[in-house]
């Protein structure tokens, strides 16, 4: 397969600082996780987000990532019927709002990518089994990431306990190589088969991304030209960690319980 040959290994020293990338991107990831609630408002969550990089030597890497335009934002934040790719706006967050936020941290060249879904106030049993699915489908990908294994086993294990569950996963967006660039080579689908793709060796780095809807597995994009919403307004989740292989089988690079404040949680 041709984009085989683009598969960029890093070394452990690139990985090491894919790190410390990582643990930025997840102190503004926790903080802004601690400031959501019913009233504030998107725009709020990504200017502290914006600051906390910045403070800590980062660069936002999605604000000016291209596309139809520049993205004009620190995050993405999609509620509710929102998949990925919103654009934080005046909007204030509303009790029973499930609310994604997806955040990159560029360090010393280096990139990480990680996202998580959340309740604000009180949300529905329904909405709260679509988050611990999408959550858990997160970890059952990452479970297959041991050198020898293939990207399909992830993308098919994904599928399979999203489907397994009566939820849809979107055909259009996917996981990915990350590094030096945010998209790299290969593509990780959310559906597949085992035992195809790309060959997982030591030094390869991904973005796992579970993307989960309730409804149809179909999406479009608002007329903002970035937000993409299931194509029947059905809630969806979508979490994600950059995540490395090692000889020692997959290592996190975007742990959400390490960091708060520079400290590991008690
Ligand atoms: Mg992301
Ligand atoms: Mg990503």
Redesign the pocket.
């Known amino acids: 397969m041709v984009w085989q040959r683009n598969i960029v290994v890093k070394t452990d020293e690139e990985i090491e600082i894919m790190r410390e990338a990582g643990q930025i991107n997840v102190l503004a990831l926790n903080t802004i996780r601690s400031m959501i609630r019913p009233g504030v408002t998107t725009a709020e969550l990504d200017e502290a987000a914006e600051g906390i990089i910045r403070d800590h030597g980062g660069v936002p890497t999605f604000k000016g990532y291209p596309g139809p335009y520049p993205f004009p934002a620190t995050l993405t934040i999609s509620v509710n019927e929102a998949l990925v790719h919103g654009i934080p706006s005046g909007y204030e967050l509303r009790s029973g709002d499930i609310v994604s936020v997806?955040c990159?941290t560029t360090y010393h060249g280096l990139i990480a990518?990680?996202?998580f879904t959340v309740g604000v106030g009180e949300i529905s049993r329904d909405a709260q089994q679509l988050l611990d699915i999408t959550e858990k489908a997160l970890y059952i990908g990452i479970e297959q990431m041991h050198a020898g294994k293939r990207i399909g086993d992830i993308s098919a294990a994904i599928q399979q306990f999203a489907e397994g569950h009566g939820y849809n996963v979107p055909r259009e967006y996917s996981?990915?190589g990350?590094g030096r660039q945010?998209?790299e080579a290969p593509q990780v689908p959310n559906y597949g088969r085992a035992g195809r793709g790309l060959v997982l060796r030591p030094g390869i780095t991904l973005?796992i991304?579970p993307m989960l809807l309730v409804g149809t597995f179909r999406t479009r994009v608002l007329p903002d030209q970035w937000t993409v919403v299931s194509a029947d307004g059905s809630l969806t989740a979508h979490f994600?960690h950059?995540v490395a292989v090692t000889k020692n089988g997959p290592l996190i690079l975007t742990p959400l319980e390490e960091v708060v404040d520079g400290r590991k949680k008690g």
Do not use: L, P
């Open positions: 997806d990159g990518d990680s996202a996981g990915h990350v945010m998209h973005a991304e994600e950059t």
